[in-house]
């Protein structure tokens, strides 16, 4: 229950990361909010992981594979702030959360894993779902809903590169070099980006950011230390249930029939793909 507490208040925080970051990339550049909520989380982060590891933390022989993937995150965290300056919080959402079903079929194409034609199934209808939302051809439309598509596949690639590295990898090592892969190359290229922002609010809006990212990630370290990944991955979705409301709390959008559809289908599919995992898991005592 802990780990499921956890997992809730990080998929929370990422719900509401997402609301801000639209609301502030109204008047801020994007690559300003990434450095923020980078620089802020890398330093909460090693704050925390010093004390326990030291430089510990810092050992590893897949230096390249740490780099890799932590440019991936930074490339998945501009594509999600550029589609929400221009898509719904809570549909962004829901087509963002197929990666864990594009992850279920590379797993079989890169990794040779075994997938069953239910699973197969689910995946199919979890693309349905993102075609309810997407439409090509309608008024509903945008040139912008390519982004979060290629986030996912980015983000699919992402994970991958996490299940190999976590196999002999601490946790924690995996997410110091992320977070500081991604501080740093957005310093460095602040150099032609920076845009003076005189307003408070804003900066509080960044900073709180910021804050909330490094909380929301946090938390999700605890939880899969504290529980299974197989127990914790339906509770995933919820992070759908938190961005809808902030969408319509924020910028008074409520997504029409087709889009509910969609949203709903690849939330049943995502979380009866969970299921699977668990009855497997149970199958054969894992």
Known sequence: MAGIGLLLMAVACFGF??????????????LMVVWVRYFIQAVLTTAYIFPKLG?????THY???????????????????ESLKHLPVGEFSAIVMTSPLV?????????????????????????????????PGSDAFSVYMFFPMVLVVLNAAFQLLTSKLSQTEKSLTIHFYSVWTGALLTTFLLFWGWTPVTEPLIWFELLLIGAAGAIGHFCLIV???KTEAVVLMPYMYAQIGFAMPGGWLMFNHIPDQWSTIGVSLIAICGLASAYLTLIERRRFGL
Do not use: Y
């Open 17 to 30: 990361i997402d609301t801000l970051t639209k609301q502030v990339t109204l008047t801020v550049p994007i």
């Open 55 to 59: 430089k510990s933390v810092m050992s």
């Open 63 to 81: 230096l390249r594979i740490h780099l890799v993937r932590g440019v991936l995150m930074l490339m998945c965290t501009m594509l999600a702030i």
């Open 103 to 135: 992850v279920t079929l590379l797993a079989q194409r890169l990794l040779g894993e075994h997938v069953s034609l239910k699973r197969v199934m689910l995946v199919i209808g979890g693309f349905i779902g993102v075609l309810l939302i997407v439409r």
């Open 223 to 225: 939880a899969f230390e």
